[in-house]
């Protein structure tokens, strides 16, 4: 048996190939059938990572009974959230709107042109915890889809017309000018609301929260505030010690379900990943604390390990699940370990916090029990779990290629390279680099965003291109190499030319598939924003590319969002990001000599080593990049230009004068 998803290829939708339900993927065909057979639309939304997801899967839709009404009543579509984030942020907003939460799967009743009128997110097989069961929900929709249709299609326009209000906020709002309060504010703001006993921020469900903690981070080195700092730390201390990080494998599970980080939600999510590893790598810049460093190194080794395909492209998900249970892969039993371990077993567990009772349904999910464990010492016990570990039925793995998600890990290896020394990270950064250029870019220079067995699809999306700019201007800032830079260059034109919104950027292109409402997410949610993160990198190519446009184009979207910023910054952290860059005045370094020459890099040195994040640098003979044209080399010697605003002093050769400068 199989329905309409059997020529697919993302894994989640393949999932659902043999069902009993007659899936349609998202598409003109399963559109068309809807107006035809005059029937609503039943949007099925998740991922194949997604724990809930699979539960709702074998409860309802692989039961022919209630794939009979499906079938009977519904023109049934399937979507995975990863490949079509449009949707999913169009019919996320709506249940958010009708319900007050959202999450998958997610449920939502649609008309056969695509417009809203009802939705969830799971509905159980039989009534339980207040909720209707799937099949009552199923068949109240049918009635009122017969007998009460005027009142469903007033009720979904009138929430089209609310979320397109909503993704048009920062319209209309007076220009501000960008101003240091809305930090201050914003940063008082997470002081008062951080939770001081554990770290993070919020009850149960907890999330690690790194743009969040990148701008703490940012936020100390720009104002010097220490409890900044220590916000920041405590958090990373916290979240690294408990069972949300996969202590003997590296690499953090997606959220805690607790509010002191030991239970995982158990699927590991490349974007959590990527954005993690890089964040405990200026935790470490700022603090020296080795923890930090090798907490960014196990993350990056575990993503080169299990996560990265043959032809350098990074893997989008791990499973939560294997052989049918939560978790199964990483939890241990006493005798398990003993058996491992031998007489050394009883220190390790200790260290571990590994009890006969356990943490999580009678086995343990280890954790580090206390500040004082001695960490180092468990390396040969961490290595002799992992070896009996690998042997486990593995969870399953997402192997699509998502351009966003890729370009958010190739900034975290591109940076590592250059702040570790660390060949082996370049060449993984150049290689998925040159893999994401050549497999998921038009022959014109646009993007797609999804890429499976060779197969690429779907228009990209802004964060495709926001997102890989940032990847790539890092990987420039690394290596040199100015074809990096020009590809960057390249994707913020095509970025100003297909997505400009009259106030920042829409989701979707202009020449994308016609939706409901045209997407503009301007909240930060588990990825950053396109938006936040286009205010990023233009205003980091306003420096390379000594282009005042792209600043500009910034500040003007920065300004109005400023009271949402200051209001609520658990929600825009990417924001607060790209508002403290612009604010610091940052540096644009141009170093003019041969990248590899020992006076070269001696500058660098100077000018990249340690914690950075308000500057931008080239380096190099005059060509392609613009910061370096037009500067010579003074006396034969690598010669530095420092520039502020478009300003530059006077250029220097002298090592001691360029400490000056930098003090």
């Known amino acids: 048996m199989s329905n309409h998803l059997a020529n697919e290829t993302s894994p989640y939708l393949l999932q659902h190939a043999g069902n009993p339900v007659d899936w349609y993927p998202w598409g003109e065909e399963a559109l068309q059938k809807a107006r035809a057979e005059d029937k609503p639309i039943f949007l099925s939304i998740g991922y194949s990572a ?37 949707l999913d942020r169009i019919y996320t907003s709506a249940v958010q709107a009708l319900t007050g939460h959202g999450g998958w ?34 068949l109240s929709v049918a009635d009122a889809w017969l007998n009460r249709r005027q009142e469903l299609l007033a009720g979904g326009q009138q929430l089209v017309n609310a979320i397109e209000r909503q993704m048009a906020v920062a319209e209309g709002v007076k220009r501000e000018d960008m101003k240091r309060e ?59 010690r408990g069972g949300m990080y996969d202590q003997i494998g590296g690499g953090f599970h997606r959220y805690s379900m607790d509010d002191h980080w030991l239970v995982p939600h158990f699927e590991k999510m490349l974007y959590d990943n990527a954005q993690l590893a890089r964040v405990y790598l200026h935790g470490w810049q700022v603090t020296s604390n080795p923890f930090h460093r090798t907490i960014a190194e196990e993350i990056l080794d575990y993503v080169i390990r299990e996560m990265t395909g043959p032809a350098g492209g990074f893997y989008s998900t791990q499973d939560a699940d294997s052989e049918g249970e939560e978790g199964k892969f990483f939890l241990w039993t006493p005798d398990e370990i003993r058996a491992v371990l031998g007489a050394e077993a009883e220190p390790s567990m200790a260290a571990y916090n590994v009890t006969e009772a356990g943490n999580f349904e009678g086995r343990n999910i ?159 949610n588990a990825i950053p924003s396109g938006n936040g993160m286009a205010a990023l990198v233009l205003l980091r190519l306003a420096g390379l590319a000594v282009e005042p446009r792209y600043a500009e184009l910034a500040r003007a979207v920065l300004g109005p969002m400023q009271p949402l910023l200051a209001r609520h910054p658990l929600g825009f952290g990417q924001w607060l990001i790209a508002l403290d860059y612009a604010l610091a005045h940052p540096r644009e370094i141009a170093i003019v000599g041969e990248a590899d020459a020992a006076d070269t890099r001696a500058m660098l040195d100077v000018c990249a080593t340690g914690y950075r994040p308000h500057q931008v640098l080239a380096v190099g003979v005059p060509g392609d990049v613009p910061l370096l044209r037009d500067r010579e080399q003074v006396g034969e010697q690598a010669t530095a230009y420092v520039c502020v605003d478009f300003t530059c002093r006077p250029p220097v050769t002298d090592l001691a004068a360029l400490r000056e400068i930098f003090k």
């Open 50 to 86: 997604c724990h809930w997801c699979h539960v709702m899967a074998h409860e309802s839709f692989e039961d022919e009974r209630v794939a009979a009404i499906m079938n009977e009543h519904f023109v049934s579509v399937k979507v995975d959230r990863e490949e079509r984030p449009d």
């Open 105 to 138: 799967p997610m449920s939502v009743f649609l008309t056969p042109d695509g417009q809203p009128f009802y939705g969830g997110t799971y509905f159980p097989p039989t009534p339980r915890y207040g909720m209707p069961s799937f099949v009552q929900v199923l």
């Open 182 to 240: 809305t930090l201050e504010a914003a940063f008082e703001n997470l002081s008062r609301s951080f939770d001081e006993v554990h770290g993070g921020w919020g009850s149960a469900p907890k999330f690690p929260q790194p743009m969040i903690l990148e701008f703490l981070l940012r936020y100390h080195h720009s104002a010097g505030a220490p409890r900044a700092l220590q916000m920041a730390s405590k958090t990373l201390d916290a979240m690294a």
């Open 366 to 524: 280890l954790e580090l029990a206390s500040y004082a464990s001695p960490r180092a010492e468990l390396t040969e016990a961490r290595d002799k779990l992992f070896a009996v570990r690998e042997q486990r039925v593995r969870p399953g793995r997402d192997e699509k290629v998502l351009t966003s998600w890729n370009g958010l890990m190739l900034a975290a290896f591109a940076e590592a390279t250059r702040a570790l020394g660390r060949e082996d990270y370049r060449r993984v950064a150049e290689r998925n680099a040159e893999f994401l250029l050549s497999e998921l870019r038009t022959p014109d220079g646009r993007l797609y965003h999804t890429w499976k067995a060779g197969t690429a699809k779907a228009n990209g999306y802004l964060e495709d291109y926001t997102h890989l700019t940032e990847g790539l201007l890092e990987l420039y800032q690394t290596t040199f190499d100015p074809r990096w830079y020009i590809a960057a260059h390249e994707l913020a034109e095509a970025m100003i030319e297909h997505f400009s919104a009259p106030v920042g950027f829409f989701d979707t292109s202009d020449d994308h598939e016609t939706l409901v409402v045209r997407p503009r997410e301007l909240q930060d």
